[in-house]
């Protein structure tokens, strides 16, 4: 077994129930332990995701009685934003405590008619990539579910989001998220029920980098986020130097799993391809990447690397980029050029890792 088939571990229990980020299941289960009726699954449902609220009291549909029972029995704690650094272009880049004292981060970022969060699934990484701060801590641990669905609420909470504000999720951040895919697709549950957050499936993209086996099993989900793909190189020798997941699935591999996937009417995979300057940008990677586009129903982001300490990597010319456009509209392949955002905070993809913690847990 490859070391990526293998599951990541997972966070010990919290020695208190927390409702913050619960299931239906899990909340009914916590009443029927306190002998309460049904119904107080739906309303305490809506209380966390709809309203959002920070703690028991402002749950006013509850009797006075159970409210004083909960804020005695079980915590409503939201992950904690133990740091939030805004970035010159609008983006907030946060910094979650979570129960066990492990750190993850997510961006927010306002759009003028949207909010795109950008969301973590574990703590650390186990694919390895060579350009990516994420990557050298290793794999920590998975999140579980209520601690992604906690990113979300935390991060609407602390920005008062309004209501009725379009919502897009992406998931970027730390970790591969189809490694964490049952407790993604549970947390994807909660994301999408109409009465709490009611994120639209559409709008929540996940993004791998290259988990063939993680392909196939979203692809058999009913309901599923859209799929991305960090490709970030066109020959087998390329990208596996610099994503060690194509030497267990090469790109023949990979194309044909996407191929496989089964897409709505009008849906398209994105590729991202990040452009690093000599070593991932010429002519002939951008002819080897339409084609490898063209396999299946695509569409291109072209996101010139954004350097930080110690990468190695260098962005591309501007006049490359262009050209590289160039190439993909020749093959009607879509294509968009994405300047990643929170750029000045090192909240931008493959830069989320908080100073210093490599070296403690890599
Ligand atoms: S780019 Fe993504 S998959 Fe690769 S190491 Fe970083 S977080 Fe993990």
Redesign the pocket.
């Known amino acids: 077994m490859n070391p990526w088939d293998a599951d990541a571990p997972e966070a010990a229990p919290p020695s208190r129930p927390n409702a913050a980020g619960l299931d239906r299941e899990g909340l009914k289960a916590l009443f029927q332990s306190f002998g309460e009726p049904a119904f107080r699954v739906q309303q305490v449902f809506e209380g966390l995701y709809r309203q959002r609220h920070g703690d028991w009291s402002a749950f006013t549909t509850l009797s006075k009685t159970l409210r004083a029972r909960l804020e005695a029995e079980v915590d409503l704690a939201w992950p904690e934003i133990a740091e939030s650094v805004p970035s010159q272009d609008g983006s907030t880049k946060h910094a979650f405590r979570l129960a066990d004292g492990r750190m993850v981060e997510g961006v927010h970022m306002p759009y003028e008619d949207r909010t795109t969060l950008c969301l973590s699934s574990?703590v650390g990484?186990?694919?390895?990539?060579t350009?990516?701060?994420?990557?050298?801590m290793g794999i920590v641990r998975n999140l579980g579910a209520a601690e992604i669905v906690g990113q979300v609420v935390a991060m609407l909470r602390a920005h008062a989001h309004p209501e009725g504000r379009p919502v897009n999720l992406v998931f970027?951040?730390?970790?591969?998220p189809l490694?964490n895919l049952d407790q993604l697709m549970a947390a994807f549950a909660i994301l999408t029920d109409a009465s709490g957050l009611a994120i639209p499936p559409r709008r929540i993209t996940v993004?791998?980098?290259g988990l063939v086996s993680g392909i196939a099993r979203l692809g058999t989900c009913a309901s599923r986020p859209r799929l991305a793909l960090?490709l970030n190189a066109t020959t087998d020798e390329a990208r596996s130097r610099i994503?060690p997941?194509n030497r267990v699935w090469n790109l023949e591999a990979l194309s044909q799993a996407l191929a496989a996937f089964p897409l709505q009417s009008g849906e398209r995979i994105t590729v991202e391809y990040v452009l690093l300057k000599g070593v991932t940008d010429s002519l002939e990677d951008g002819r080897r990447l339409a084609a490898f586009a063209s396999r299946f129903p695509s569409k291109v982001n072209l996101i010139p690397f954004n350097p930080h300490e110690g990468a190695g990597f260098e962005p591309p010319e501007e006049a490359r980029i262009g050209a590289l456009m160039g190439l993909l509209v020749e093959h009607r392949i879509p294509v968009s050029v994405r300047r990643s955002r929170g750029q000045d905070v090192a909240g931008a993809?493959?830069q989320?890792v908080r100073e210093g913690r490599s070296r403690t847990v890599g």
């Open positions: 574990q990484c186990a694919m390895g990539c350009f990516c701060a994420t990557g050298r970027m951040g730390m970790g591969e490694h993004s791998t980098s960090s994503m997941v993809c493959g989320l």
